[in-house]
């Protein structure tokens, strides 16, 4: 058929105090399966348990059954920086990898940062990660987000070497500021798997 999409396997991944049926994932899970794509969201222990080794076996125990195939991830704010740390782990490289509300570090918020500092106790290997991130990428922030500050998500995007495409009141992209679709992020994955 005509533009049938390639096939890839699309994982999103979530972030602290989330899950994988908030915000806008369980639509762009819908959206991309109804195109034939293949769609993982897996659940990670959060606030309780929540720590980058917790989540890095969540995620090998999630996909280490699955055939191989080509693969996108898809990040949510803590979720961004899951997808750099197993992007920076692989051993080849993915077809995209696309970031929202991202940062790297703490964020001076109290209910946030001790649960999320694992995540960020080593450097990041930012040439690793841009060599494996795959042919596609990009990044979204709101300009208004109360968590994440736009700088921060501008300095991941320029770590990542890769574009922010900015919100205008979007926030912090998520169901509280009315995230429960998100077509921008569905159409940028469509157009990858049709390159893939």
């Not at 926030?171 to 992020?185: C, I, S």
């Amino acid at each position: 058929m005509a533009n049938q999409p390639a096939d890839v396997r699309v994982i999103v991944l979530h972030g602290a105090h989330g899950g994988p049926d908030t915000n806008w994932f369980p639509w762009l899970h819908a959206e991309l399966e109804n195109r034939g794509i293949e769609v993982i969201r897996p659940t990670f222990p959060t606030p309780e348990g929540q720590s980058l080794s917790a989540w890095m076996t969540v995620y090998d125990e999630t996909i280490k059954s699955l055939p191989e195939k080509p693969t996108i991830l898809v990040g949510h704010s803590l979720g961004s920086a899951m997808t750099l740390r197993v992007v920076e782990q692989a051993t080849k490289p993915f077809v995209g990898t696309f970031i929202t509300s991202a940062f790297v570090g703490a964020l001076g918020l109290p209910d946030y940062d001790p649960i999320n500092q694992s995540f960020f106790d080593d450097p990041f290997d930012w040439a690793g990660i841009c060599a494996r991130k795959g042919a596609a990428h990009g990044s979204w922030a709101g300009d208004d987000d109360p968590y994440v500050p736009l700088e921060r998500s501008q300095q991941v995007a320029d770590l990542l070497q890769t574009s922010l495409e900015v919100i205008p009141g979007g926030g912090h992209l998520n169901r509280e500021t009315g995230f429960n679709a998100f077509p921008q992020v569905r159409d940028t994955i469509l157009a990858a798997c049709k390159q893939a």
